[in-house]
């Protein structure tokens, strides 16, 4: 394989902090060895963690980072520190150009603010957004966006959301005309919010790179019924986390039913395989890694309690769209829009 | 047993109209011999289905409906035709107390105009709730509000749900001192809206019959932490619907994995009692029936697609919630309050 993209990790976010981060940087790098890594934070921690694994050695420097962001900092006060933590030089490696993309598991918030700040907005967008690649029953993944950077959002917002989610289904799953859904509380015209009641109308007007097809509600997301949802970040926050609650709920009452008697526990046995496939494709950490769309530069967010391997599978995301080069395809995309869509000033 | 309620039936809302109500009628009936109905619509269709269920014809009576209310009507259409559909005259039928309680299967925004115009607003609520109970892996069921009456609301509106939701929760399952959770994008004081934020301030200071223990998060809805999440009706529609939709994805996966191998169909046949039991418990049509609380009097919904079993449960529901005479209890819960809950106009 020739040489890959180098990607920045904040070391010192998520739940795990570097043991978890280095652990599922070497398990991307043994699956995926054209990657390369500049490892942010505190450089006693990363070297004493280095030798753990000794695949990372020859393939990673490390970059102290002083200070590092904590879960529950406000993003105004977490951007006035950006330069001297593993979050900010992770992400200003992007910047920079060193790193082609930056993935961190830290504070969500902070993350969208420092990334704002330091590699701003694509043309034409006005605020970015986090997406992620979602299971469903049909052939492909959906896309789904935002998943809670913006807590709220004008219809204009969501119309960006809609291109910027085209753009990544078409890029990351071959969708040549992506269908778009509005998440809503039903798919007559007039439920909902005048925010999404004027997405949808805008959306229904504009000729995009698109198939729009209307509402969707919170029962169909997993259908494969549409390629890209799109959502506020509130709506998409709280549905995403549904789905993760629900899997899991159901996972813990098939265990349940299971075990609860010793001809359940036989028949459990032989049908492991089908149990497993099922564990394997519940398990949130094989659809970890979501990424924000609309800026200069990728910047992929880790969950905060993801494990080595779910951190692998973001760092897999980070550098497949940097090696699809994303960011240039996103603003290919933009470029082809009517004016209107692009007239209003970039706010970043 | 003795006298129990009677319920006034909506016989021509829903997907399956009056085949599937009258269906649902004769099941409850039969589960619980002290019901009686006054079943409202179109008097030949009534009649025909009638002769399907020798079990209803002694225990109930038809009343004469011309008109329908359609699934996609705009509440603000739909009240004006109160007087002469079925909706509307089985909710007059509680209005005059010759009913406990009312039931359709019909369009939930006329549903909520219509019952809010004619039963008017308990004392010291501007808007009552769609409150339902949803399962989890804990001892007891979670009240969950507002499922959808509400797309907007205000700190006021959430305080109110949350004491609404803790009257039903004290009621139907018996919980003394529920606790109370504010559905958010993260548990941190600063996440979510100003509405939440502000929702939140308030029930942290007032001495109010409930536990208040903060924001709770979409992953976390199923778990048994809190008795009663509260909620806009736009978050709590998605999340309901996605718990739906995802516990439905998850059972496919299953069924795909079990009959993926013979080994797995052997092992699925031996197992089945799980199974079943597992399948029982995520069926949707087994939690069926949510009520509208903060009216003077009862009014349930039956979910649009639900199967006969599914009406019988929402009427077991309303006979249940008539029977605890829930409305004088929340009433009564309602003066215990302090004054500046109470304090605003009634908006009815």
Redesign the interface.
């Known amino acids: 394989m020739t040489s890959g993209p180098r990607l920045a990790i904040d070391a010192m976010g998520g739940d795990g902090g570097a043991s978890v981060m280095l652990a599922g940087a070497a398990l991307a790098r043994a699956q995926w060895p054209n990657l390369s890594f500049s490892l942010v934070g505190d450089e006693a921690v990363l070297h004493a963690e280095l030798t753990k694994h000794p695949g990372l050695t020859g393939c990673s420097d490390v970059i102290h980072a002083p200070d590092t962001i904590k879960?529950?900092e406000?993003p105004s006060q977490a951007i006035r520190r950006a330069k001297t933590t593993s979050m900010g030089i992770a992400i200003d490696l992007v910047k920079q150009g060193t790193a082609g993309a930056a993935l961190s598991a830290g504070n969500t918030g902070a993350m969208m603010a420092m990334a704002k700040l330091s590699l701003r907005t694509l043309k034409g967008i006005d605020r970015p957004a986090l997406a992620a690649l979602l299971p469903?029953?049909g052939n492909n993944d959906v896309v789904m966006l935002d998943l809670?950077a913006n807590?709220?959002c004008d219809p204009r917002n969501l119309v960006e959301f809609a291109v910027m989610g085209a753009a990544y289904s078409r890029i990351a799953l071959g969708v040549e005309r992506p269908r778009v859904g509005l998440?809503n509380?039903g798919s007559?015209e007039?439920k909902?919010?005048d925010e999404i009641r004027d997405a949808a109308a805008i959306l229904r007007e504009a000729h995009l790179q698109l198939n729009f097809t209307g509402f969707i509600?919170?029962?169909?997301?997993?259908?494969g019924d549409v390629d890209v949802i799109v959502c506020d970040?509130?709506?998409g926050?709280?549905?995403?986390?549904?789905?993760?609650?629900?899997?899991?709920?159901?996972?813990?009452?098939?265990r349940r039913?299971?075990t609860?008697?010793f001809?359940?526990k036989?028949?459990?046995?032989?049908?492991?395989?089908?149990?497993e496939?099922?564990k394997h494709?519940?398990d949130p950490n094989n659809h970890n890694g979501a990424v924000f769309l609309g800026l200069n530069g990728i910047v992929v967010k880790s969950h905060g309690s993801a494990s080595p391997k779910g951190v692998a599978n973001a760092i897999g995301v980070a550098a497949k769209l940097a090696a699809q080069d994303i960011t240039r395809r996103i603003t290919e995309d933009l470029d082809q829009f009517p004016g209107h869509l692009t007239a209003r000033a970039n706010a970043a």
Chains 1, 2 share one sequence.
């Open positions: 879960g529950e406000k469903t029953l809670g807590t709220e998440l509380i007559e007039l909902g919010t509600e919170g029962d169909k997301l997993s259908r970040g509130f709506s926050n709280i549905a995403l986390k549904t789905i993760e609650g629900t899997a899991r709920f159901v996972a813990d009452l098939l039913g299971f609860s008697s001809r359940s036989i028949g459990f046995l032989i049908s492991r395989p089908a149990t496939l099922l494709h519940l």
